[in-house]
């Protein structure tokens, strides 16, 4: 996969193809490796052409980062999923799948700091409006000095401070970007690639709002998408319909399985050994789509020289620890999400499930997730429930919100690898490794942890399409790399 390659071609196009129902039992199938977004939808997009093929799942069901987790009524993602897209086909063939059960909501979302709630993305009119003088004094200089510099001598964006802080000011950076960033990454913003700041941040205008505020533009720029649609009965089930769909033509989910190894013969995939329960078994195969972690994958291909090694060890994920929280309460708040940058509290975000679809809790009462990043084997990962609901607690009566006598129960979730991290250097890592993919012609890696690439379940959907596409011959094997693959902020723009 060339990542110097230009941008997608009609190869991009999700408009479905025909079932087919009529297939070869015996022929080598596509195994696919992880029950996600875009594992699942290219097992659905073979499927529905005839091909057979074979999903191996290491979790108890399909959907890898995005299922839904029930217990007592209440209904818990992986995470804050929504679904938004800039593909019209993509979104016709989800409603097609969906029918009734999405709904369309939409996102409010504020960051708690310095006692005040302010509006996320952010806006300048209501930072300037909340903050001190002296603040806002501090603030408008730096962004104004940092502004000037730029335009007289630009600095080049190695680092996610240097990107933030020469469009920002370093007093909004250190507010509301440099202490979030930290916490939630778990190392200084300084060693974070400008890769991720160019992809997640809008920028706020200073002299746009100055305009504003003097009456002289209306309106507010639009910056992130708004208006999503949601499977009302929580994001997984999205997933669980995908999987009856591809079971239904014939396609097999094995789940509690762990892929182990990949056989080349003759410089290709030629069959897939997995450990499920205390067995081990092989498939034969025609194709491999991976997207499994690519340090995972390279591994399992054999392709550990001590440089690859060393580009597969750099390639880090951060870990997401969810605190479930069941309240006997209607509602919590009207956000979406509220995000919380201050160091002393262990979460990054709070949810209320509720807020995407009433029916993410039983009638009059409502639920708060609480997102704490931290890795598998570190204190918090490993704290019993209690005394984490505990301090939890505490920290939301902290942050105003005290809910602490309306805790009818608790549980956690965990995502191992929720998020890859981009620190300097990582792209040179990722390139050498899929450098090693690509010598495997019937190898394709891709999604989130398959291209170590921060992506939205849209993308997922769509990179899983091409993917089935090139096994069979109707699309280009670079078409899965050069998808949204261009700089931007990743969810400016929807047509949902």
Known sequence: ????????????????????????????????????????????????????????????????????????????????????????????????????????????????????????????RDVLKKVDPAYAARAVADYLLEATRQRLAPRPDVSFEDWVVHRFGRTLYVTFFGRYTEKLWGIPPSRLSSDWAA?????????????????????????????????????????????????????????????????????????????????????????????????????????????????????????????????????VSENTWMYVPDPQYLMTRIQEPRRRSPFMAPPGKTSLMLEIPCDPGTPVWEMPDEPLRDRCLDDLNALGIDVRDKVLGCFSTRAAHAYPIYHLGYAESVRRLLDEVDRIPNLFTAGRQGLFRYIFTDTAMEMGLLAARACMGEARRESVFELDCQPGVLETYSIV
């Open 1 to 124: 996969m060339n990542p110097s390659a230009g941008t997608p071609n009609s190869d991009s196009s999700t408009a479905p193809s025909a079932p087919s129902p009529n297939r070869d039992s015996h022929a080598p199938a596509t195994v696919i490796l992880g029950g996600g977004p875009c594992g699942l939808m290219a097992a659905w997009e073979l499927a529905r052409a005839g091909q057979p093929v074979i999903v191996l799942e290491a979790g108890e069901e399909p959907g890898g980062l995005c299922i839904t987790v029930e217990r007592e009524g209440w209904k818990f993602d992986l995470g804050g999923h929504r679904f938004i897209a800039r593909n019209p086909d993509l979104v016709e063939r989800i409603l097609g799948l969906m029918g009734d059960e999405m709904l369309r909501s939409t996102r409010k979302s504020v960051i708690l700091t310095e006692g005040q709630a302010f509006e996320y993305p952010l806006s300048a």
């Open 199 to 331: 992809q997640r941040i809008s920028l706020l205008n200073l002299s746009d709002v100055g305009w504003r505020l003097l009456g002289m533009k209306k309106g507010t720029p639009r910056t992130y998408a708004l208006e999503y649609l949601y499977p009302k009965e929580g994001f997984g089930r999205l997933f669980t319909r995908m999987a009856e769909e591809i079971t239904g033509l014939g396609g097999e989910i094995r789940c509690g399985s762990f892929a182990q190894e990949i056989t080349l013969g003759n410089g290709q995939a030629t069959a897939v050994r997995y450990r499920r329960g205390d067995r081990m078994e092989t498939i034969p195969c025609s194709h491999v789509v991976s997207t499994i972690p690519l340090p995972g994958l390279l591994r399992a291909i054999g392709r550990m020289t001590p440089e690859v090694e060393t580009h597969a060890a750099s390639l880090k994920h951060r870990g997401l620890r969810f605190m479930n929280l069941l309240l006997d309460l209607p509602d």
